[in-house]
């Protein structure tokens, strides 16, 4: 059975850091583009960043450039997404999720999701 749990989430101030975990089972992360998206209230689903060792890429909004950091350690089978230097605007409910053929950072590229958990900055 697939499986991917989200942890980490919570209430920060603005400035601060939360670092996500996503942990899998059921299929073998390095072999799957993996990646990061949030909703927040009122919008659609935004790829906040994925990569792909399968292809070679990475990929990470404009909006967390040099503040989000997406890893995975293989041997845990666990992708983790640092966030440093929050804002306001990073209030979402940020889902993990991996696509077995493609490196596009799109919900809709993704095969399989975590049930997503929220993380609100406060000003």
């Known amino acids: 059975e697939v499986q991917l749990v989200e942890s980490g989430g919570g209430l920060v101030q603005a400035g601060g850091s939360l670092r996500l975990s996503c942990a899998v089972s059921?299929?073998?992360?390095?072999?799957?583009?993996i990646g990061w998206f949030r909703q927040a209230p009122g919008k659609e689903r935004e790829g906040v960043s994925c990569i792909s060792s399968r292809y070679g890429s990475s990929y990470y909004a404009d909006s967390v450039k040099g503040r989000f950091t997406l890893s995975s350690d293989n041997a845990k089978n666990t992708m983790y997404l640092q966030m440093s230097s929050l804002k306001p605007e990073d209030t979402a409910v940020y889902y993990c999720?991996?696509?077995?053929?493609?490196?596009?950072?799109?919900?809709?590229?993704?095969?399989?999701w975590g049930k997503g958990i929220l993380v609100t900055v406060s000003s």
């Open positions: 999720a991996a696509a077995a053929l493609g490196d596009l950072c799109r919900a809709y590229n993704m095969d399989y």
């Open positions: 059921g299929f073998t992360l390095e072999h799957y583009t």
